[in-house]
C-alpha cells in the first residue's frame, strides 16, 4: 500500500481543512486506517483512526469533536476534516494504514505511512 496525503495549508485559527490520503493497492479497504501528527520538536501523536468498513472511529481527546475522518473505499481515500482549528493544531500530519487491524493509537502499529502534509494554524 502506497499512501499519498494532501490538502495541508495556512488557516486562521476557528477555519476549517480537510485532509486527503489517497491510498494505491487492492488491499486498502481491508486496513484500519489512522492519522498522526508530529510538531516541531515533539514525538509523532496520534489523531483518528478509522475501520476498514467505516463503521468504528476513534479520536484523541485533543481533537475530539472539532475533527471527522471518513473513507471512500471506491475511491480508495481516507478524509480528516478538520474544524475549529487551534494553534496547537499545527503540526506535519500523516495518514496510515495498519495491515494487521489491531485498532491501535500507536504509531508502532502502522505499517504504511504517506508522506505528510503540513497544517499551519496562525492565531
Known amino acids: 500500500v502506497q499512501l499519498q496525503a494532501s490538502g495541508g495549508g495556512l488557516v486562521q485559527a476557528g477555519g476549517s481543512l480537510r485532509l486527503s490520503c489517497a491510498a494505491s493497492?487492492?488491499?486498502?479497504?481491508?486496513?484500519?486506517m489512522g492519522w498522526f501528527r508530529q510538531a516541531p520538536g515533539k514525538e509523532r501523536e496520534f489523531v483518528a483512526y478509522?475501520?476498514?468498513?467505516?463503521?468504528?472511529?476513534y479520536y484523541a481527546d485533543s481533537v475530539k469533536g472539532r475533527f471527522t475522518i471518513s473513507r471512500d473505499n471506491a475511491k480508495n481515500t481516507v478524509y480528516l476534516q478538520m474544524n475549529s482549528l487551534k494553534p496547537e493544531d499545527t503540526a506535519v500530519y500523516y495518514c496510515?494504514?495498519?495491515?494487521?487491524?489491531?485498532?491501535?493509537?500507536?504509531?508502532?502499529?502502522?505499517?504504511?505511512w504517506g508522506q505528510g502534509t503540513q497544517v499551519t494554524v496562525s492565531s
Open positions: 496510515a494504514a495498519d495491515q494487521d487491524n489491531s485498532y491501535s493509537k500507536s504509531v508502532s502499529s502502522y505499517d504504511y
Open positions: 493497492g487492492r488491499t486498502f479497504s481491508r486496513h484500519v
Open positions: 478509522i475501520s476498514w468498513s467505516g463503521g468504528t472511529t
